[in-house]
């Protein structure tokens, strides 16, 4: 069925999404105090995964041109699980975060209830530099989706994702302490991740 495309995009992006959502909401709730400034983080944060698709789909041509390439693609995705267990390539733990934010002096109570459009775009262009660097790692299981190499295929990938993140995006926005609280975040992950892994091995997806 073609429409598995776009449930496996959908899927893909809810897994990678988890444990990045833990680094974006401590930041959110610091930097941005007025919902204004938290929609304009979550914009940037949507760039910069519009951007990590991009980056997906290149390497997903590259990765084409290598014998066996689902065997590739599936141990690429075994070693991303393997980082997020360890809290390492480009993953930042939420105690990590916090302390940075912290330091820094950001969690200042701002009580100007509309910002500036200045400051709007500051904050986008924060939201961009956050994701950015939680969601690298995210475009090797992204760029598994595109190896089909069929056009139609790609798109409704993209359009999963995409409805993924807003979705994802909504609930940082409005709910994120309610995803505090969800237990085994990480191990949500890392078994989305073996799940993916073994689907792309067996060419599945």
């Known amino acids: 069925m073609v429409v598995k495309y776009f449930f496996s995009g959908l899927l893909v992006k809810w897994v990678t999404g988890v444990d990045d959502s833990m680094v974006h909401i401590p930041i959110i709730a610091n930097m941005a105090k007025t919902r204004r400034g938290r929609i304009a983080f979550a914009i940037g944060i949507f760039l ?23 065997v590739f693609s599936a141990a690429l995705i075994i070693l991303l699980a393997i980082s997020i267990y360890f809290d390492i390539f480009l993953k930042k733990p939420q105690k990590e ?7 820094k ?35 090797i299981a992204y760029s598994s989706l595109f190896l089909t190499g ?13 409805t993924a993140t807003v979705a994802q995006l909504f609930v940082v926005v409005y709910f994120s302490k ?14 989305g991740l073996v799940i993916l892994a073994g689907l792309i091995f067996f060419k599945v997806l």
Do not use: W
């Open 178 to 191: 309610e995803i505090q609280k969800i237990p085994y975040k990480k191990n949500i992950t890392i078994v």
């Open 150 to 162: 069929e056009i139609s295929h790609m798109i409704l990938v993209v359009c999963g994702i995409l």
């Open 48 to 70: 910069a995964i519009s951007f990590a698709i991009l980056m997906s789909f290149l390497f997903a041509e590259a990765i084409r041109d290598i014998p066996n390439y689902n």
């Open 97 to 103: 975060v916090e302390k940075k934010l912290k330091a």
């Open 105 to 139: 002096e950001v969690q200042k109570e701002i009580k100007i209830k509309k910002i500036s459009l200045k400051r709007f775009f500051k904050l986008m262009g924060a939201g961009f530099l956050t994701a950015f660097a939680t969601v690298i790692d995210d475009t």
